[in-house]
């Protein structure tokens, strides 16, 4: 992409998934948790191009095979329904009966075909739905197109979350503005390739349902798949996007002039909603970002970026402001990667610790200062290649094994 394709993509700060054209939101609580909103559903006005990835956990829960199958029958979808409290998970037979049930329940509520509704579900693992709830809630879903409808699904998806997380960008494309809005959920259990995470996405864009599907699994490996909380993968993971086309400009195809400005617009969403997952780590107080450089392939920098922001030891490190970059290595050296043990630089933040894999000499009270910020830069130059890569993670708190020892309760 030149210069003046990416000066096209522009962040709205206020925006949301409402905002692209023809999109609409809606969250309620249903009764599946004891208060807060547990359903939430997102709609176009027509149905829309769609794109997904999932988790790679051998357990894929339900909602994820009926998602697939909507998908697969004709890569159409014009509107979600999501729960929360349940992933509905590990549940044999019947849990892929209330998936399909909760299609067929949206479908009939929106009279639109039940192979245009995808279903998504987060929670507890190996417990059934509530059918009835999610049958009442479905017939009070009363969609708009309002920030706080968007913010009342944003608060219906979360579980763990402490906050919501959402983003919006704007870009021209055949000199026609689209417009693209991502929301997501995830807090624990977030080791991507995918993890506890859902995300969606809407865009007025207008593109190719199979240029659509290749960018997204483009964009994929340097996003969401650079997160990591606490190592473990989930059941559940989910990135869905929806293109309705109704900014009516040209359709974007692989070959078209601008399709380097959608593939930015859709990285930049994607980069900015798992980065917030990653800020919004169980009982975490710092985001850490990794960036590598100097390695044989861009697979091996990502890799060991993410290594090092996977690294229990490096996280606790982190979270007591303690400068011990003897974890980096630590990391780095556990990676199956090409390294060359006597080139190795790191930094913290601008602090030289390792250059040429020598110690350097720093302050410590100068290291404390910058590790006792709330996002933190860990760079790593392997003098060994030209390809670079990041990954995002977050400290690990004493909070962390609070949260997680009490989650069913």
């Given amino acids: 992409m030149n210069e003046e394709q990416s000066s096209y993509v522009k962040e709205i700060v206020d925006g949301s998934i409402v905002t692209p054209i023809g999109f609409s939101a809606a969250g309620i609580h249903a009764g599946l948790r004891y208060a807060k909103k547990d359903l939430g559903a997102i709609i176009s006005e027509v149905p829309a191009n769609a794109a997904a990835v999932y988790t790679t956990s051998h357990f894929q829960a339900a909602p994820l095979k009926v998602t697939q199958a909507s998908i697969q029958a004709e890569k159409l979808i014009q509107a979600v329904i999501v729960n929360s409290a349940c992933a509905n998970a590990c549940t044999g037979e019947k849990g892929l009966q209330d998936a399909y049930k909760m299609r067929e329940l949206m479908a009939e509520h929106l009279q639109i075909k039940k192979e245009y509704v995808a279903v998504s579900s987060t929670g507890v693992i190996g417990e059934y739905l509530k059918m009835d709830k999610i049958a009442s809630g479905i017939q009070q879903i009363s969609e708009g197109s309002t920030v706080s409808h968007a913010d009342a699904f944003q608060e219906a998806i979360l579980t763990t979350d402490t906050v919501m997380k959402k983003c919006c960008y704007t870009a021209k494309l055949g000199g026609v503005t689209v417009t693209m809005g991502g929301t997501s959920k995830g807090s624990g259990m977030i080791h991507p390739n995918m993890a ?6 809407t865009t007025d864009a207008k593109i190719d349902s199979d240029c659509l599907q290749s960018s997204l699994s483009k964009v994929i490996p340097t996003t969401f798949n650079q997160i990591t909380v606490d190592g473990d993968t989930s059941t559940n993971d989910t990135v869905l996007v929806l293109a309705n086309g109704m900014a009516e400009n040209e359709a974007i195809t692989a070959e078209h002039p601008d399709y380097p400005v959608f593939l930015e617009l859709l990285a930049k969403t994607c980069e ?5 997952i990653a800020k919004d780590g169980e009982g975490a107080t710092k985001l850490i970002e990794v960036e590598v450089s100097g390695s044989k392939t861009e ?3 990502r890799a060991i970026a993410k290594q090092i922001v996977g690294s229990n030891l490096v996280k606790t490190a982190v979270y007591g402001s303690d400068a011990n970059w003897g974890r980096i290595i630590t990391a780095i050296g556990q990676t199956n990667t090409d390294v060359n043990p006597a080139s190795v630089d790191i930094a913290i933040g601008n602090i030289v610790m390792l250059k040429n894999s020598e110690p350097q000499a720093f302050s410590e009270d ?16 392997l003098h060994n290649g030209e390809s670079k890569g990041k990954a995002w993670g977050c400290d690990l708190s004493y909070d962390y094994v609070k949260i997680n020892a009490s989650y069913r309760t």
């Avoid at 100068?366 to 130059?381: G, M, P, R, S, W």
């Fill in 196 to 201: 506890t995470m859902l995300a969606f996405i």
């Fill in 272 to 276: 900015s909603l798992a980065k917030q």
């Fill in 299 to 301: 697979e091996e920098a």
């Fill in 366 to 381: 100068e290291a404390i200062n910058y590790l006792n910020q709330d996002f933190i830069k860990i760079t790593v130059d």
